[in-house]
């Protein structure tokens, strides 16, 4: 498979804090990627710097073979890179149906054809027959699906997901993930940040593991699994 997205040494520092020392992996087209970590271990910088929100200080992005580095978020987002949020915060006085149409028009300024494919997300994401209600009244794993069908609805070619499973119960993530292994069926990319790990081992073919902003693993759920690096991280070194 190609390449898709190659992460070259990327770094980041906010004030004396270095949110990320020379990270480093490509992704494939067409792959399911979890990249975890404890908290403050650089996961959400990182999407940041992917998605064009922050600019790295040193390092590259490189998608589809193309530099990006310094491209700002809307065009990254015209390229084809999507993400959803940590906190959801759809459009709360516009219908469902209305919060998908603002991601189609990235894509078109027809507003037919963006209903129409805003309507293919609802459908794709499990929210079909809840249209025309308003964002305000979903409950949380609706509006999570809400704000995946909106960034389903820019057509993406890479779909970053920052820790979409958050305070879902189990049965909610596994309905999630297996939304997800659909969404992944159609040829789109995926990249996962999350911290269930119900979530991630269920739906990653690779994880990618950061702490204190390096790369300490990579390799298939069961390997990072059993990692002393990894377990380390997450437990301590108990000496």
């Known amino acids: ?35 975890i970590g404890p908290n403050g271990a650089g996961k959400t910088t990182l999407f940041n710097i992917i998605s064009g929100i922050y600019m790295p200080d040193r390092g590259r992005v490189i998608y589809k073979g193309v530099d990006i580095t310094g491209w700002p978020a809307y065009r990254r987002s015209r390229a084809g890179i999507a993400r959803t949020f940590q906190i959801v915060r759809p459009l709360a006085n516009l219908t469902v149906l209305n919060n998908v149409i603002v991601g189609a028009l990235l894509r078109t300024n027809d507003i037919r054809e963006a209903r129409e494919r805003a309507m293919e997300a609802i459908d794709m994401v499990g929210l079909a027959g809840k249209e025309d209600i308003l964002a305000k009244d979903l409950n949380l794993i609706e509006k999570k699906r809400l704000e995946l069908a909106r960034a389903l609805a820019t057509q993406p070619e890479l779909l970053l997901l920052d820790e979409i499973a958050a305070g879902l119960r189990p049965r909610e993530v596994d309905d999630l993930v297996y939304t997800l292994l659909e969404i992944s069926k159609r040829g789109i990319t995926i990249i996962m940040v999350e911290h269930v790990m119900r979530a991630v081992m269920n739906f990653a073919e690779r994880v990618i593991v950061l702490h204190f902003g390096e790369k300490i693993a990579e390799g298939t759920p069961r390997e990072v699994a059993s990692n002393k690096l990894v377990i380390e991280a997450y437990m301590g070194t108990g000496g």
């Open 1 to 35: 498979m190609t390449i898709i997205l190659d992460v070259r040494d990327v770094y980041k520092r906010f004030g004396g804090i270095e949110a990320l020392k020379g990270v480093s992996f490509s992704v494939r087209r067409g792959e399911r990627v979890g990249l």
